[in-house]
């Protein structure tokens, strides 16, 4: 979904390994949930979709991380993930990614600019 950027959230929304912000995105021609979470400092984006099965991560709207704040984790099976990169790093998954999104952070503010895959 190339495009003009699309705004998502404040920054200061998004704390150091704290809950997320949802939103929506096109992928593949269809509407599909996804968030963004602050970890390393940086803005990661990814659909909100578990690649063991596609439900949705969080527990809670927003709880994305581990009760350690190091991974995200699926609350339906315990597969956890790489924040920074999305890579598997434990659980049903295998060697199966979250699907990452392009995000930016300027001028105090976060901005969706696409999927990966475009």
Do not use: Q
């Not at 998004?14 to 997320?20: D, I, S, V």
């Not at 930016?104 to 696409?114: I, K």
């Amino acid at each position: 979904m190339a495009g003009e950027p699309r705004l998502i959230c404040a920054s200061a929304d998004l704390a150091e390994r704290g809950r997320g912000v949802r939103f929506e995105v096109e992928y593949f021609g269809e509407r599909a949930p996804a968030f963004v979470v602050r970890f390393g400092g940086k803005v990661h984006g990814y659909l909100n979709r578990c690649a063991h099965v596609a439900l949705e991560l969080d527990w809670r709207e927003g709880e994305f991380f581990d009760p350690d704040g190091r991974d995200l984790l699926c609350s339906t099976h315990g597969a956890t993930y790489a924040a920074e990169s999305g890579r598997c790093t434990g659980g049903p998954c295998g060697r199966k990614s979250l699907v990452k999104l392009k995000v930016a952070e300027r001028d105090g503010s976060v901005y969706y600019l696409g999927c990966d895959d475009d």
